[in-house]
Nanobody, 131 residues
Framework: QLQIAESGGDLVQPGGSLRLSCEASGFTFEYYAIGWFRQAPGKEYEGVSCISSIRSAEPMTYYVDSVKDRFTIARDRTKNTVYLQMNSMKPEETGVYFC?????????????????????WGRGTQVTVSS
């Protein structure tokens, strides 16, 4: 059974850092494109960052403009895990953070932030940025 589990969410002060983990079980994560999304209360999913599978002809990482130079997405193939390192966090980044997997890589980078494009989802981890 394919499962994804996020962890690492916490309460952090503005300007602080968190590292989220997305661990897969039942499948080899590195063969999937992975996206991180967040959902604020009462709002829709917002794509944050994505990483291509190791099979991609054009390996890529992608970040929405609001998190560029502050967030980093990375794989640990030995642990079947994808991480999202978040630095200099802002209160407006509060929400539930979800990890999602897609069996096919994206032909356009910008598509990787579309939640409808993903096949498997975790249950999310709560991130609160507040003093």
């Amino acid at each position: 059974q394919l499962q994804i589990a996020e962890s690492g969410g916490d309460l952090v002060q503005p300007g602080g850092s968190l590292r989220l983990s997305c661990e897969a079980s039942g499948f080899t994560f590195e063969y999937y494109a992975i996206g991180w999304f967040r959902q604020a209360p009462g709002k829709e999913y917002e794509g944050v960052s994505c990483i291509s599978s190791i099979r991609s002809a054009e390996p890529m990482t992608y970040y929405v403009d609001s998190v560029k130079d502050r967030f980093t997405i990375a794989r640990d193939r030995t642990k079947n895990t994808v991480y999202l390192q978040m630095n200099s966090m802002k209160p407006e980044e509060t929400g539930v953070y979800f990890c999602a997997a897609r069996t096919a890589d994206f032909s356009l980078k910008s598509m990787c932030t579309m939640d409808s494009e993903y096949d498997y989802w975790g249950r999310g981890t709560q991130v609160t940025v507040s003093s």
